[in-house]
């Protein structure tokens, strides 16, 4: 049995898949944060460039990806492995077959790659000359800061200010691809001014983050807001791991029983399950296969967090989203997998959770950081903080779920090894 699957470029996806088509009724419409009614395309125009803004209300399951950036992920390492992880197996004597898919392979090491250069393809398509964006771990800033490098955009990154302190060297790759990288929140917009020096906001937060871009962005002529999450489109672009690992399968003659991944805004884990969860939904009879969305019990929106409209920044200034939230102002604490603490989830997971399509689990940081150290040693692979939610959450299925399990592996940890020092006691 192949232990490593590989895909020829030829087999990159030439389209995304669009999960609206196929949910199980229909995606409550954002509303307008003045009129509370739904919004319109044209109101999104004086952030996002238009081509995004019909992929996010477009009906058609599937959209042409194009040649510019399919060549960019081609450079960047796509199509990207599926390995079986035989060591975990036999250390934790699982009673099924794991495998995980390895996104982080990527030049900024995270699957955040996969939007990033097709948000800047269409910005740079519409002549926009800057972008911005918020990132919480880095990896989002990361990767857009590279996206932008490589299609000629100036890009501005707020970066969330627990993560500024504890991931110093991402703020150095973010400088390195030609980005500017700033503490949030921050002395250069009017929100970031109202919170700093109040120990409330003092380590910051997505919501803070977002709110401080978006004001950039609408305030500056000919630049637009970039988001790593949340949004349908964004979610849209990254089903391009989905695609490649119903392939992959397909080649080791397999179908996975449960999959599993982390989630914090919903990038990683709709991208890596959309696909499956489409033939599952448009083919009845279709394999029952189950789909485990994991996140931090401090950060806990899907489990325990309210279905309801809510804006997406802490600052009001957003479309009210229908989705599962712990409020706008929650204030999660600072733990180590930044790119999970956002206080709400994308609407297309949140329904699919509400329809109970599928599932959810929390787990502590401790709990994280164990399994994460078990894979390292087992696997020879040191995961992310976020990641390894998935992982923590795969090895307890493992335990006592007979079948096939796959993960995604979203990123690696070789920029949080403070992280890994502080937790392990190393």
């Known amino acids: 049995m192949k232990d490593v699957v590989r895909l020829d470029v030829?087999?990159?996806?030439?389209?995304?898949?669009?999960?609206?088509?196929?949910?199980?009724?229909?995606?409550?419409?954002?509303?307008?944060?003045?009129?509370?009614?739904?919004?319109?395309?044209?109101?999104l125009e004086q952030i996002f460039p238009?081509?995004?803004?019909?992929?996010?209300?477009?009906?058609?399951?599937?959209?042409?990806?194009?040649?510019?950036?399919?060549?960019?992920?081609?450079?960047?390492?796509?199509p990207t492995p599926l390995y079986r992880a035989r060591h975990l197996e036999k250390a934790i004597h699982s009673k099924a077959e794991i495998y995980f898919k390895?996104?982080?392979?990527?030049f900024t090491g995270s699957h955040k790659v996969n939007t990033a250069v097709a948000q800047a393809y269409y910005n740079a398509e519409e002549g926009i000359d800057a972008l911005t964006t918020e990132t919480g771990a880095g990896q989002w800033g990361s990767a857009l800061s590279l996206a932008c490098a490589m299609f000629n955009l100036q890009c501005l990154v707020f970066m969330v200010a627990s993560s500024f302190k504890g991931n110093?060297?991402?703020?150095?790759i973010m400088q390195l691809y030609g980005a500017k990288c700033v503490s949030s929140p921050s002395s250069i917009t009017s929100f970031g001014k109202k919170l700093r020096g109040k120990k409330k906001f003092e380590n910051g937060s997505l919501g803070i983050?977002?709110?401080?871009?978006?004001?950039?962005?609408?305030?500056?002529?000919?630049?637009?807001?970039?988001?790593?999450?949340?949004?349908?489109h964004v979610l849209m672009h990254q089903t391009?791991?989905?695609?490649?690992?119903?392939?992959?399968?397909?080649?080791i003659d397999k179908t996975p029983d449960i999959m599993v991944g982390c989630v914090g805004g919903g990038s990683n884990f709709g991208g890596f399950a959309f696909p499956m969860i489409g033939e599952k939904l448009r083919r009845k009879g279709f394999r029952?296969?189950?789909?485990?969305?994991?996140?931090?019990?401090?950060?806990?929106?899907?489990?325990?967090?309210?279905?309801?409209?809510?804006?997406?920044?802490?600052?009001?200034?957003?479309?009210?989203?229908?989705?599962?939230?712990?409020?706008?102002?929650?204030?999660?604490?600072?733990?180590?997998?930044?790119?999970?603490?956002y206080h709400g989830m994308?609407?297309?997971?949140?329904?699919?959770?509400?329809?109970?399509?599928?599932?959810a689990r929390a787990y502590r940081q401790d709990e994280v950081f164990d399994a994460a150290a078990l894979f390292a040693k087992t696997e020879g692979i040191i995961p992310a903080p976020e990641s390894s939610h998935a992982i923590a959450c795969a090895i307890d299925l493992a335990r006592t779920t007979e079948g096939v399990i796959c993960f995604n592996l979203s990123g690696h940890g070789l920029l949080d090894l403070q992280g890994y020092q502080k937790i392990l006691g190393l």
């Open 10 to 43: 030829d087999k990159i996806p030439k389209k995304y898949y669009n999960i609206l088509p196929d949910l199980p009724e229909e995606l409550p419409k954002p509303l307008n944060p003045g009129t509370r009614k739904p919004i319109k395309p044209e109101d």
């Open 50 to 78: 238009k081509s995004l803004i019909k992929q996010e209300f477009s009906g058609k399951r599937y959209i042409r990806i194009p040649d510019e950036v399919r060549a960019a992920y081609m450079r960047l390492g796509r």
């Open 102 to 106: 390895r996104e982080d392979v990527s």
């Open 168 to 172: 110093p060297f991402r703020k150095t």
């Open 209 to 232: 983050a977002i709110s401080e871009a978006i004001e950039v962005a609408a305030s500056s002529e000919n630049t637009n807001y970039a988001l790593g999450s949340v949004l349908n």
């Open 240 to 251: 391009v791991i989905g695609q490649e690992i119903l392939q992959q399968f397909s080649m």
């Open 288 to 341: 029952d296969t189950r789909f485990v969305a994991a996140e931090p019990k401090e950060v806990p929106s899907l489990t325990k967090g309210q279905y309801r409209y809510d804006f997406g920044d802490t600052a009001g200034m957003t479309p009210l989203l229908k989705m599962y939230t712990l409020g706008k102002d929650y204030m999660p604490d600072p733990i180590r997998a930044g790119g999970l603490r």
């Open 346 to 359: 994308a609407p297309t997971v949140s329904l699919l959770k509400h329809s109970g399509v599928i599932e």
